[in-house]
């Protein structure tokens, strides 16, 4: 296996029937992602992208391809991939703690070791005086801490995000980036992160990933040369804004395609 093939996705398409019509919703496309790396899937509304990371999560069956995972079958959902979501779905009758031990419980770990781990994600996505909190006391950013630090402590081989930050508000939302910069600086997982925020994926990511609208395809895979480690002055530099206007100039294409086939 290439160091560059650690999850290497070829051939996917995706085909779903609706009202006995068939909807391509992907077509015939390879992706590879090195260990450690970090890549962003920025297109248009509906052309895919979270049908990928639900097929490569293992959720979605597809209708052509292999993925492999560190030269694994990917086939069906496992502890090797970890999922978060734009809902973060938490108990709500559990504390921060053991909203986050939940997911070692069925691991059959001790309850000592499980909460030794947990606290150390918790601890990693800053939440440590909030360990016996409930859900409902926390904010929105909060919330998507514990989903991040409950995704974490499985220790998965690659993060799968889907819109993450999508439903909290700017300022938390940069800073949640920022966050996670900062987390991923230190722990070098894979991360396919999918998002409709250019500026979000240039922010985190070593590599973008334009999709083409529906059927999806790759448009253009562009690597990122900005230097790490990133802080938030980055976005106003040019070289953040060239990026920027590139993606934007081939996503608005995409975007008029895809309104104008709606
Ligand atoms: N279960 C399903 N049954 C039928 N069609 C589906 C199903 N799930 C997705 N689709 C279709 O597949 C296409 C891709 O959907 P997908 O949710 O992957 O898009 P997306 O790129 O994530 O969009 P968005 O940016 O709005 O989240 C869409 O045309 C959608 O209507
Ligand atoms: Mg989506």
Known sequence: MAASDYLKAQGISKTFMRNNQAVVALEDFDLSIAEGEFV???GPS?????TFLHIVGGFEPRTGGSITLAGKAVSRPGPDRGMLFQDYALFPWRTVLSNVTWALEV???SKAEREQRARKYIDMVGL???EGAYPAELSGGMKQRVALARTLVYE????LMDEPFGALDAQTRE?????LTDIWQADRRTVLFVTHDIEEALYLSDRVIVFTARPGRIKADIRIELPRPRHAHIRKTPEFMNYHTQIWDMLRDEVLRAREAA
């Open 46 to 50: 509906g052309c895919g992208k979270s």
């Open 175 to 179: 800073l949640m980036q920022e966050e």
């Open 128 to 130: 440590s005086r909030f």
């Open 40 to 42: 962003s899937i920025v």
């Open 156 to 159: 998965p081989q690659i993060l």
């Open 107 to 109: 691991k059959g770990m």
